[in-house]
């Protein structure tokens, strides 16, 4: 099955959808292969997890959402990067905690099935299949992706090189065991009516008394100049302000940092 969209036009490869079944659930996967796949190179791998919009049953490439630092990526890496959007059944979420609060405890959360289910496929079905340069493994979300993006980051520790959590919500007591090695640039509303912003704004001192490689941008619906940023949100939703992934995966300099991030390779 492939996936088309004409919003993403890019000239390279393509999505291909499909599903992944575990014991307990099965998800609607798409994945994205550059046109000139070789497998004797060695290609980056993008994890992208939707908003709570963007459950479903069928495959979901990356969204309104995700498509622009998806694109960009794909620009900036010269069309050398795999993507991997699964889709999260309507009846589940990535986490299995409320996230309006902003903050949950990670070690009364079991993993969920899906989440599960997206280990799995990245295990078996990517890095098991695929030519993939495991210094060079990122993930970002949104929302519900968001959370998704911090739950992945602990549950597998050394699978991130970098990650962007998005209108996140997080366990800041678990600043210590987020690895040394990954960096991670964090986007949020302060005006957040949706997630609220206290989980990261608890987390990201956290997490630099320990010395991780963190950034955090916080951005202000009541400055003027920040509210320019979201590009008319608030004409299309009465929720506008949760949407921070507006101002972030249109920025460019979002997508650059990001694939500027690598893990340390032993020689």
Known sequence: M???DPAFDIKNGEFTGGSYSTDDVTIPTSIYIPKAYDHDK?????????NIGGR??????????????????IELTNDNVIVFAPRCP?????????YAPGIYDFDKTPV???????????????????????SRVWAFGDSLGGGATWDLLLRKPDLLAAAI??????????????PENIAIWAFHTAQDKSVSVNGIRALMPKLAAFRRNVKYTEYDSADPDHKALF????????NWEHWAWVPAYNDI??????VSQAKPTCL
């Open 2 to 4: 492939k996936i088309n």
């Open 42 to 50: 060695k290609y980056a791998l993008l994890i992208y997890f939707h």
């Open 56 to 73: 479903g049953d069928t495959p979901y490439w990356s969204g309104d959402q995700g498509n622009i630092l998806v694109k960009n990526v």
């Open 90 to 98: 309507t009846e589940y979420f990535w986490v299995d905690t409320p």
């Open 112 to 134: 969920s099935k899906v989440m599960r289910a997206v280990i799995s496929y990245i295990e078996n079905e990517i890095l098991a299949k695929y030519s993939v340069d495991t």
């Open 165 to 178: 959590p998005v209108a996140s919500y997080c366990d800041p007591t678990q600043a210590e065991n987020i």
């Open 231 to 238: 590009n008319g949100a608030w004409e299309k939703s009465k």
């Open 253 to 258: 300099a979002t997508a650059r940092w990001l």
